[in-house]
């Protein structure tokens, strides 16, 4: 099966709970990053797993974390939310450095709402 | 905080206009990439640009990127309603990928 997929596809927490997203990444992608993106805004870098490795961060804190399977599916946990934290979670998946020429697929989203 | 700046955040113009969108980073990035972005789904990679001073085309759209791969421009010519989206500009770097804030484009019929 080809794509990105991600679930659920939308969510409605409480502040102060925590929430997991998931993300399957293309077959064949080992390479995931994860991205909000805010209402009106575009998508912010959060971090990224190359083979089950967090090699890149963005400036998100710490009780944004994240975990890559050996199947190179992925999923991104945020403790303690906020009422910021309200946004479109994106999971994009690569192959490498081929994402240098052939960039990222991206899924449609997680809407999250923290209310 | 964003590294690339795009330039304008929205357009709107008529059916049949030209239009140019801009992205400037201080940043050299391995290299710069444009995506579209419908509501309620995620980016699609529309080009790559690499080579300072390099020219894509891709049927009405135009790429460039500037001879210190610091800046791009979207070129769109002859616009129709089926452009209307949200258009941004991304720097891959070595272990991640930054986007620009996006412009977004409305053709109106």
């Known amino acids: 099966e080809t794509g990105v997929t991600q679930s659920p596809t939308h969510l409605i927490k409480t502040r102060g709970q925590q929430v997991t997203l998931r993300c399957s990444s293309q077959s064949g992608h080992n390479t995931v990053s994860w991205y909000q993106q805010a209402l009106g805004q575009g998508p912010q870098f959060i971090f990224q797993y190359y083979r089950e490795e967090e090699n890149g961060r963005g400036n998100f804190p710490p009780r944004f974390s994240g975990l890559q399977f050996p199947n190179y599916s992925s999923e991104l946990n945020v403790n303690a939310l906020e009422l910021d934290d309200s946004a479109l979670y994106l999971c994009a998946s690569s192959l490498g450095d081929s994402r240098l020429l052939y960039g990222y697929t991206f899924g449609s989203g997680t809407r999250l709402t923290v209310v | 905080t964003q590294l690339l700046e795009q330039s304008p955040q929205f357009l709107s113009i008529q059916e049949g206009e030209n239009l140019t969108v801009y992205c400037n980073s201080s940043?050299?990035?391995?290299?710069l990439q444009w995506y579209r972005q419908e509501p309620g789904e995620g980016p699609v990679l529309l080009v790559t640009v690499v080579t300072g001073g390099e020219v894509k085309k891709l049927k009405r759209l135009t790429f460039q990127f500037g001879d210190a791969r610091k800046d791009s421009s979207l070129h769109i010519t002859a616009a129709q309603p089926g452009d209307t989206g949200l258009y941004l500009c991304?720097?891959?770097?070595?272990?991640?990928?930054?986007f620009g804030a996006g412009t977004r484009l409305t053709v109106k019929p």
């Open positions: 940043s050299v990035f391995s290299s």
């Open positions: 991304a720097g891959v770097g070595n272990n991640d990928m930054r």
